[in-house]
């Protein structure tokens, strides 16, 4: 029943999306309709600025987090930790010699010779050599896996370590290799919370939304509870990359053991709005909170906001935002932005 339900749900979406005003495309080559330079900049700006809004919330990019030492925190949807791990250790001068090496012994006939070759080569193993080159090898898993059981060996290896092995293996759709590691990481008796929380985001990554939903269920296995942290991380990964509906589905499903509350309704306002852009979604959902005596706060007006102006519906932004301040929430200057510019918009 579920299944005909979201079924019935996508096809209601393609539909609207179909009848969707022509109006919001604006081609190149129209002649300036504005009275004076000054407005055709801002225009112009506004335009740039809804762009670069709905890029950064409709398609985050993991690796760019990695690379650039940014949290998840500053994307759309905003996780309580950070699901990629970070090298975040001195590689130290060796790092360059011990890539070039890696890259030699990876044709030698056996794993054994490789391992010989390495610990001949007089570069001592260290965390964070491990990590940075693990990191750096991240496109290569067969390299990374060779550094990673170099520094295991060694001695050289932590939770940090494990955890980004598991993402590159993760990334690289080796599932069964990276439930190996969280199995050697639980027999050693260290923390596999963070290593399920990235199998569970890249779950949801590899648009494999049922793999992501039993991980969560399987966190028991491991002695850790399925807590409302661990509910979250779920739903917004599963949100995050366009599993909105399973994340709804599971919300409503085990609203007994997570009580229905601003905050999750929030996650699935959030998906629609910035991930997907569906108002009609957005606005189903935002009904549902009432249904179920949840009040929204300034962060479901916010997004909803934010969803009204990417369609250009500057009516209901500015009464949600005129509501936002009545209600003595500071509407923010992102939002106040958003509604300007949608009155810039030509008719």
């Not at 393609?14 to 055709?40: D, M």
């Not at 996650?267 to 929204?296: F, H």
Request: hydrophobic share 40%.
């Amino acid at each position: 029943m579920m299944a005909l339900f979201s079924l019935a749900r996508r096809l209601q979406r393609i539909h609207s999306q179909i009848l969707s005003p022509f109006f919001l495309q604006y081609p190149a080559t129209v002649p300036s309709p504005f009275p004076s330079p000054l407005v055709q900049q801002l225009y112009l700006f506004s335009l740039a600025f809804h762009q670069t809004f709905f890029i950064s919330s409709q398609t985050p990019v993991v690796t760019s987090n990695f690379s650039t030492l940014q949290s998840l925190s500053s994307l759309t949807l905003n996780y309580p930790f950070e699901t990629t791990p970070q090298p975040n250790h001195d590689p130290g001068p060796q790092e360059p010699a011990l890539l070039h090496l890696l890259k030699r012994v990876a044709h030698l006939s056996s794993e054994t010779e490789a391992m010989a070759s390495l610990d001949e080569s007089g570069i001592k193993a260290t965390l964070g050599l491990v990590c940075s080159v693990i990191w750096t090898l991240r496109e290569e898993w067969r390299l990374a896996f060779l550094a990673f059981k170099w520094g295991e060996k060694w001695g050289s290896s932590g939770e940090k370590t494990y955890e980004l092995m598991i993402w590159v293996l993760r990334n690289h759709r080796k599932f069964n290799t990276a439930w190996c590691l969280i199995r050697d990481l639980y027999r050693s008796s260290m923390d596999t919370r963070r290593a399920m929380f990235i199998m569970i985001d890249r779950y949801a990554a590899a648009s494999d939304p049922c793999m992501a939903i039993q991980t969560f269920h399987t966190m028991e296995k491991f002695r850790m509870s399925p807590d409302e942290e661990a509910f979250s991380t779920l739903l917004k990964a599963l949100c995050r990359y366009g599993n909105i509906e399973e994340a709804e589905e599971i919300m409503l499903v085990n609203k007994k053991l997570f009580p229905l509350d601003a905050d999750g309704f929030n996650i699935i306002l959030n998906g629609w709005c910035n991930v997907l852009v569906d108002v009609v979604e957005a606005k189903r959902v935002w009904r549902e909170m009432s249904e179920y005596c949840i009040i929204p706060n300034a962060t479901s007006y916010t997004y909803m906001i934010s969803c009204f102006s990417k369609v250009g519906d500057l009516f209901n932004s500015l009464r949600l935002y005129d509501e936002m301040k009545k209600r003595g929430w500071d509407p923010g200057i992102e939002v106040g932005l958003l509604c300007s510019f949608v009155h810039l918009l030509p008719s």
